[in-house]
């Protein structure tokens, strides 16, 4: 979620009212934003040698793009607490009526097809909005516009140059300009090139680099504005002292593009000499058939159902009630005069977040206050609760381990490539791959795990200072590669225990298989009688000697089960002394014995 | 060893037949009422001594007090001095012995530079010419006689001559721990044979009835003949006995355990599903795990084992058992497959993302068919009560499901983030759910870990709509702090599933790692989670009893 510092006592004064920290929090909360910081209560950064002004930092919901800077959340708040109505946002165009005009050339399909575009006349900056109007951009930059890939804003001092302006998509070498803060006149290439040293930029270049063509806007004279979404021009900066205010936008998705554009001008039109003004621009594009006016600033009419909205929030409201609550989120609403259950709502263009009816009925709940709201839970019918049956399997091996004398672990799922496989004299069996990460953040984390073994040994090795012997257990999933599954992977409810001791304990994970076999009804017959149907008419297990090189030769037993006298059997595990080449890879000088098995056909 | 008790009677004698000191102690405080160890027993060291007091104190034989004192002893000069006499002395012997000393030859004597001083003063010798004669026939030693009582009785009578010694070096003191011994309450001149525990033996011979039982020592813990805090017994993990409390909360409360054997899901299930678009921030390799093969998913369809496993558990309260033969899971869950048209939900999800639908505006962006083909590591189980959900739409009714199971992110691990948490999630789904019974639901789902009282936040989450926040107090902290998340599942997801518009869903989860650190106090996740949790403490942690702690 962002969070947005302000200046603390800016913003006291734009809401009113000097809050105490328990006052404004409780604000934040009633309204869903969250103060996560008060900076004058700890030491704060020197600017230009003078310590910071004390500022709030406020975490805002990851879809309000209207609260990305001092002026929206000051809004928000102000609307909420009944001092200001929503604004009304006008287009003025100009006086003789001849909008300024920008052509969009098809080319700028093949790289980034969509501009829109907007001028704020005769605003007046002071530092604190200048760099809130910066500040802004950046936020949209990183969040809405995702770091620049979907969405970029140029801005530009409107007297520095001159339209018709054009949008057009040029090879990088007919591209010349002096980008921002830099008076070297280059080509888009050697800009390129200059700005892979750039801590900030070098992360956008890859939008656009290997593009035959790059985005590029001029004015009548062939002046640049900006390639977007690189960098602006240094020719047409904007500065404290700028009245007239250009602002471009390119994107590849066109809903946010509008969005943009509309956030800009409503955040900051409020400083236009005539505030809440902003021009309209006139984009020519008629290869795509976007030729328009931009923005548009219409609010978006719908109708939202009374009945719904109690009925969800458990209110009683008139629908006059209502609509005051909505006033206070930004809305404009009254009753319909057609439907005798409606609202005619008007959902301001701030309010992108707002896609149904339901986000209106929350933000109704908002206004009535979450906590205020009648809290009564009531069921249309009686429930029957139902554990999944392979819990309750799993559940009987866990106590009866524990019962025995075996402590539970819960060790992690991923591993690495080598723990599930080298160190235990493993590879991967075409049948049973692992499942492989894309992209883990280290090598701890590089495959989900297809045996419980690993994490057991790395439990005792981060316990070696625990008295031995240690014996311990976990019945939990492993997973491997399934071609036949819609997610192309499954996983495998395992059992798997670990001795380790000064003696080898082989007896005992033996022990503990049994123990566990018998509380499973399963009885012990020979391999002969396994494989004839005899010993048991139920379930029948035995072990058999096993060749394994995770285990020490002759030291290790595959474990098989038969269902029922007439099915076939199935080799469902394995335990036995761990060869010594293991033990050393895990770090474990003591002997230690394993057993791991699939319990899923016991369910 | 602690708490070992055996049959073994305690040896009366420790030292091969001979007469021992527990003995000899028990004939001395027979004779006399209070025996002064040291004297008593000057040759034994004190470490016996003590051995032997404690063994009959132990049974109350004797009573014993310890005294700290402090003796003078000889310095090796002292010794020399008590033996030979002084230095003084010695001169004069020489002189009284040779009758007359050439000054050069007194001048050779070895006590001639300590001596030849003392023995003028007191006049014993003086020069005559340039030789040395005796003044005295007989001369009496006292600093040899003060040293020789020193030696014999380890104290001086005259302070301020002893102050003079110490300085001289010829004596100093040292700490000495006596004992004196007089009977006890269960005084007895011989020490009888004991026994430390009763035997079957003795049950049958009779001889509990004159044994003497050794007693037993209260302030010994017991034990359960193992070594670490377990004392070998087993022990569950405290995670999953917080777990294990949880499940018995949602089984009580009527709800039903969701199959969550997927740690792989697909894009669509684990976030287009949940009408989490494309671009959100959440989908970032930087916060999802996606995996790389297998490659991709397959397009969203039934999962028969899934739904046998649901057919099984799901118990309809309606149902007349009488009349209705009881089908088997497996072909139930055939039954509720075929009333499911997973390409035309598919379509919904893409539309209500791209074009809208539903009443919804969508947020008309181009879908790409290629995102919900990806693999991801789960980032939350609300994948599986998606899967759940549409369901449910082969047969639209009030249920309740939970799960509580492993969940991944890509995090950046530190004290209280790691790769992999567990989940708990639950979905109520009914007709007329309003938005103040889910807060009457949660405060009663978290008066039964004994969180009494809640607050709600508004908040924004793709899937819900409404989204709560759920707040509850920490006592350590001194604020409130956030204990889970909630909502009602937005219409987006739920009608393109094909779920009729009136039944309305609540979701909610919590992490279970979260309450169980706050509940234990424990501030870094890895000590709860993972390998490097230590033993000790799965072995020494109580029973949960949420509720009451």
Redesign the interface.
């Known amino acids: ?1 962002p969070t947005i510092g302000v200046n603390k006592a800016d913003f006291y004064k734009a809401l009113g009212k000097e809050y105490t920290k328990e006052e404004f929090e409780e604000l934040c ?4 934003i ?1 103060l996560d910081e008060d900076t004058s209560e700890s030491k704060r950064p020197m600017v230009d040698g003078v310590e910071e002004a004390p500022q709030l930092k406020i975490e805002i ?4 793009y209207d609260m990305l800077c001092f002026e929206g959340i000051a809004m928000n708040l102000n609307i909420f607490l009944g001092r200001q109505p929503m604004p009304n946002y006008t287009l003025k165009p100009p006086s003789d009526g001849q909008l300024q005009t920008v052509t969009v050339s098809k080319e700028t399909e093949q790289i980034r097809k969509y501009f829109s575009c907007a001028i704020l006349r005769n605003v007046k900056f002071t530092k604190e909005r200048y760099e809130s109007f910066i500040a802004l951009q950046d936020k949209l930059h990183a ?1 809405l516009a ?1 770091n620049r890939t ?1 969405v970029a804003i140029g801005t530009h001092d409107l007297d520095t140059i001159e339209g018709p302006f054009t949008y057009e998509a040029l090879p990088p070498e007919q591209i010349e300009f002096a980008p921002l803060n830099s008076t070297k006149v280059m080509n888009a290439k050697q800009m390129m090139e200059h700005f892979e040293k750039d801590k900030h930029l070098s992360r956008y270049l890859h939008i656009i680099r290997d593009s035959p063509v790059y985005p590029i806007i001029y004015d009548k004279n062939r002046t640049v504005l900006s390639m977007p979404p690189i960098i602006n021009s240094n020719h047409s900066k904007i500065t404290l002292e700028t009245r007239n205010v250009f602002i471009d936008i390119t994107a590849t ?4 593009l509008e969005l943009t554009n509309h956030i800009i001008v409503t955040m900051f039109s409020q400083y236009c000499e005539e505030p809440f003004t902003v021009e309209p621009v006139k984009i020519v594009s008629e290869h795509n058939g976007e030729t328009r006016e931009t923005p548009d600033l219409t609010p ?1 009419h719908t109708q939202a159902s009374a009945s719904f909205i109690n ?4 209110l009683s409201e008139s629908r006059e009630k209502l609509c005051k609550s909505l006033e206070r989120m930004c809305y404009k609403a009254k009753p319909s005069t057609t439907d005798e259950d409606k609202l005619e709502v008007d959902i301001p263009v701030t309010r992108a ?1 707002v ?5 209106i ?2 933000d109704a ?2 206004a009535y206050g ?2 205020s ?19 309750k399997l799993a559940d009987i091996i ?2 009866e ?14 591993c690495s490539h080598d723990e599930n496989y080298g160190w235990l004299n493993q590879a991967p069996k075409d049948d049973a ?1 692992p ?8 090598a701890e ?1 590089q495959i ?1 795990r297809t045996s419980l073994i690993p ?1 057991l040994l ?2 005792v ?3 070696k200072r ?3 012997p ?3 257990f976990e019945v939990s ?1 492993v ?1 491997y ?1 399934d ?1 036949s ?9 395992h059992f798997a225990a670990c001795w380790y001791g000064k003696s080898s304990g082989f007896e005992q994970v033996h022990g503990l298989l049994d123990r566990v076999m018998m509380m499973l009804k399963a009885a012990f017959v020979t391999k002969e009688q396994g494989i004839e149907g005899k010993g048991t008419e139920g379930l029948g297990y035995w072990i058999e000697e096993v060749e394994d090189p995770t285990y020490l030769p002759g030291h290790a037993a595959a474990i098989y089960v038969r269902l029922a006298a007439d099915s076939k059997a199935q080799r469902i595990g394995i335990f036995g002394i761990l060869h010594p080449t293991v033990l050393k890879k895990f770090e474990l000088p003591f002997p230690t014995s394993t057993l791991e098995l699939n319990v899923e056909v016991f369910i | 060893m602690p708490g070992t008790r055996s049959a073994v009677p305690v040896p009366l004698h420790t030292n091969g037949g001979q007469r021992d000191l527990t003995e000899e102690i028990l004939e001395a405080v027979d004779q006399s009422e209070h025996v002064a160890t040291n004297e008593a027993f000057p040759q034994i060291p004190q470490g016996e001594i003590k051995a032997a007091l404690d063994r009959l104190a132990s049974r109350s034989m004797v009573e014993y007090e310890t005294k700290d004192n402090e003796e003078v002893i000889l310095t090796e000069e002292g010794q020399t001095i008590a033996d030979e006499g002084s230095h003084e002395y010695q001169i004069w012997d020489a002189v009284q012995k040779a009758g007359r000393l050439s000054d050069k030859d007194l001048g050779a004597h070895p006590a001639s530079k300590f001596g030849r001083g003392n023995a003028i003063k007191a006049k014993w010798i003086k020069k005559d010419g340039d030789g040395w004669v005796s003044l005295a026939e007989s001369v009496t030693d006292h600093t040899r006689v003060q040293l020789q009582h020193v030696q014999q009785h380890h104290v001086m009578q005259d302070p301020k001559q002893q102050k003079d010694y110490t300085k001289r070096k010829l004596i100093t003191t040292r700490k000495v721990i006596t004992y004196v011994a007089r009977k006890g309450p269960r005084w007895a001149k011989e020490m009888r044979i004991e026994v430390t525990d009763l035997t079957a033996e003795m049950i049958a011979d009779g001889s509990w009835k004159t044994a003497n039982f050794k007693p037993y020592n209260f302030n010994a813990k017991g034990t359960l003949g ?3 805090a ?1 004392g ?6 405290p ?2 006995k917080v777990r294990e409390e949880f ?1 018995k909360i ?10 969550t ?6 894009g669509f299930w684990n976030f287009d599903a949940l009408y989490v678009p494309q ?3 959440a989908r970032d ?1 930087q916060d999802t ?13 039934p ?1 028969p084992e899934f739904d046998t ?1 649901l057919a ?4 309809d ?1 309606d149902q007349d058992e009488s009349d209705h033969p009881t089908l088997d899971p497996a072909a139930r869950a055939k039954d509720t497959t075929s009333k499911l048209d997973y390409t035309k939900y598919y379509d919904n999800v893409r539309a209500v993302h791209q074009d ?1 639908k ?9 879908f790409k068919d290629d995102e919900p083909k990806r ?1 991801v ?1 789960r980032t939350h189980t609300t994948s599986i009560s998606a899967y759940v959900l549409h369901r449910l739409s082969a047969n639209p009714r ?3 499901y939970f799960s509580i199971d ?1 969940v ?1 992110r ?1 995090e ?2 530190d004290a209280t983030h ?3 948490f567990h989940q708990i999630e639950g979905v109520i789904a ?12 949660l ?2 789902f978290f008066r039964n870990i004994g969180v009494p009282d809640l ?6 989450n ?1 899937y819900t ?4 926040e759920v ?1 509850a107090w920490h006592e350590g902290l001194n604020k409130i702090v956030e204990i889970g998340n909630s909502g ?1 599942f ?3 997801m739920l009608l393109a599933m094909g779920l009729p518009p009136d039944l ?1 869903v609540y979701g909610f989860g919590l992490s279970l790692e979260r309450p169980t650190m706050i509940k234990y106090g424990i501030s870094n996740i890895r000590e709860l ?8 403490f ?2 020494g942690n109580p029973a949960v009893r949420l509720d009451r702690e």
């Open positions: 979620m909360f009633d309204f869903g969250e919901p990851a879809n309000r969040n995702r979907l998705d066109k809903t946010k978006r009925s969800v929030c458990g977040d896609l149904h009816e339901a986000d009925m929350e709940a908002v979450f906590n709201i009648p809290r009564k839970f009531t069921s249309s019918t009686s429930f029957t609760a139902a554990s999944l049956p392979i819990n866990r106590l381990s524990a019962m025995a004398g075996w402590a539970e672990v819960m060790p992690l799922i991923l791959k499942v492989v990460l894309q992209n883990p953040k280290t984390y989900v994490g790395k439990t090795r981060e316990n625990h008295a031995v240690m014996k311990i999933d997973c590669q071609p599954k819609e997610r192309k992977s499954r996983n495998e409810r | 193992g070594e670490g377990g070998g017994t087993g022990a569950l993990h995670l999953n499940r949602f089984f009580n409360m009527g709800f039903e355990e969701m199959p054997a997927r740690f792989v899901d697909s671009q959100h921030p390799l795990f996606y995996v790389s093969d297998p490659p991709e998913a397959g397009p969203p369809g999962d496993i099984s558990m799901d118990v309260d809208g539903f009443g919804s505006i969508g947020y008309r962006y181009p693999l590591l009030p249920c309740r492993r991944f890509n950046t691990v790691l790769a992999e009914d007709y007329n759910l309003t938005l103040g019974g889910l807060q009457a639901f405060k009663r607050k709600f936040k508004p908040a924004y793709p709509e409404p989204s709560m707040f009602m937005r219409p987006e309305r989670l993972g390998h490097k949790v230590d033993l000790g799965i072995e």
